[in-house]
């Protein structure tokens, strides 16, 4: 006949690790957590470009743009002008409605508002160029919304740097002269002028 069951016996030693399972699936995305607040604003940057300065530290203006004969300025004034390193204006094509260059000056736009096929151009109405025959500068005189139009004329004589004949139907941009300090530019530009 059998006996009587034994009591249990004593736990046996923990065998070694198995070899390591295949990896799960990957679980859901959790949901998106909260926006955290804006960070302080941080300091403020150098000012873009550099300034256009004469020969005796005047200011000119603030650098737009450059190349290796002037640099376009924004004056003081708020006026947009290209100034060379010579700190000599070079004269602008501009037409003149009087004999020797006199009269009423137009900037030439290249002919688009003569004729049948004429459009529309546009320009800042803080834009400079300077007239060789008159010796100044000068500023669109037709301004409207901070722009000038183009408009047709009758031409008589030009400036190409000189002045010339130039008799015939043109369109340009109508100029009035500014001074120099209304422009925001010392009466002489000192050189060298240099960018810093």
Known sequence: ADGAKGD???TGPIGPAGPQ???GAKG???AKGDTGATGPAGPAGPAGGGTLVDGNGVTLGRVLSADRGAATVLTSAGYEVSIPYTGVFQPAQ???TGASCTGTAFLNDGGIGVGANARDAFVTGKWLVYSGSMSTLMRPATVSGGVSKNEEFTSSTIDNPGCGSSAGQRSGWKL???SNAAAGLP???AKPVEIR
């Open 21 to 23: 399972g295949d990896t």
């Open 176 to 178: 009035t002269a500014i």
């Open 28 to 30: 859901d995305t959790g």
């Open 8 to 10: 249990t016996g004593a």
């Open 94 to 96: 501009i037409y003149y």
């Open 187 to 189: 009466d002489t530009i």
